[in-house]
């Protein structure tokens, strides 16, 4: 599959590049970021998977997040796809900020108009691993992933449901039980249609209470004052009951004054940097 590069700027010591190519899952040209460490030119690297929220493209967490130190430090690869499709032509894609055109919630649509282009769960967990694994150091054995708000269901659900896939998992403010919220609703009945039992394949807090897999360790930080906390489209305290029956272990850091912005996610985004490299590199 070939690569066009979009950009490139040095940075950390390393690379922070954009690239673009035609997604077979996803029938549209895509960008994708990647951060390559400098030891990415002498050694294969783990890469951690970096899933945004909605509205974003790839610019956001490369511009806003401040993880490229970090990942140089720690000798890892950062990937930070796009979050939807974009440009396919389809009736309504643009009407709403999220539905549609950014935001692809992360899962494989089973209703027209959306099926062909919008399957970001596929793009996420098959071809851009593979793409990343053909075409730069990357370890195939070794990733992680994470992601904020949309993007952290994104994570978790990804890690759910692909048991020993992922070295580990963590998540700024996500979205945690999307069947129980307005997002989650709107979103889920347009990709997946009216019959909720479909639903549960995409909900983390789902997921986890039939979980059966490699011990996880779950990092989750969620600002004290997030508004989207307050109107209950995040609902982080169904995740955790979910995981306490089950006995999966989560770090649940409930950070006070932070709000649900970037300045949030780079307040903290060296911690979740070190969760990650302390299974990458183990």
């Known amino acids: 599959m070939a690569l066009t590069q979009v950009s490139s700027n040095k940075c950390a010591g390393g690379y922070q590049k954009v690239f673009e190519h035609d997604s077979l899952e996803l029938q549209c040209k895509m960008k994708f970021a990647v951060y390559l460490p400098p030891k990415a030119e002498s050694d294969k690297c783990p890469v951690f998977y970096w899933l945004s929220g909605l509205t ?7 511009t806003k997040a401040g993880a490229q130190q970090a990942a140089a430090d720690n000798g ?34 089973t209703q027209e108009p959306w099926t062909t282009n919008y399957r970001m769960y596929s793009y996420i967990t098959d071809e851009l ?3 990343i694994n053909n075409n730069f150091a990357a370890d195939p054995d070794r990733m992680s992933i ?15 449901r692909n048991p020993g896939k992922y070295k580990a998992v963590s ?5 945690c039980n999307p069947i129980q919220c307005p997002w989650g609703q709107k979103a ?8 909720k039992s479909t639903w549960e394949a995409y909900d983390a807090t789902a997921l986890a209470a039939s979980y059966e897999g490699p011990k ?23 995740l955790i009951a979910a995981c306490s029956a089950k006995k ?3 770090v649940f850091r409930r950070q006070p004054g932070y709000d649900h912005s970037y300045f949030f996610i780079y307040s903290f985004m060296s911690d979740h940097i070190k969760h990650h490299a302390k299974y990458l590199n183990a």
Not at 56 to 62: L, M
Request: aromatic share 10%; charged share 15%.
């Open 56 to 62: 974003c493209t790839e610019q956001n967490f490369i």
């Open 76 to 109: 890892i690869i950062i990937v930070a796809p796009d979050t939807s499709p974009r440009g396919c032509g389809i009736e309504g894609e643009d009407e709403s900020w999220d539905f549609g055109t950014g935001a692809g919630f992360y899962v494989d649509a």
């Open 129 to 131: 691993p593979k793409l």
């Open 146 to 160: 994470s992601g904020h708000s949309m993007g952290g269901h994104g994570a978790l659900v990804c890690t759910l």
């Open 171 to 175: 998540a700024f403010a996500p979205i």
């Open 188 to 195: 889920f009945a347009g990709y997946l249609g009216a019959d």
């Open 216 to 238: 996880l360790d779950i990092l989750i930080d969620q600002g004290g004052d997030d508004q989207f906390l307050s109107s209950s489209q995040l609902l982080p305290d169904h």
């Open 248 to 250: 999966i272990p989560v």
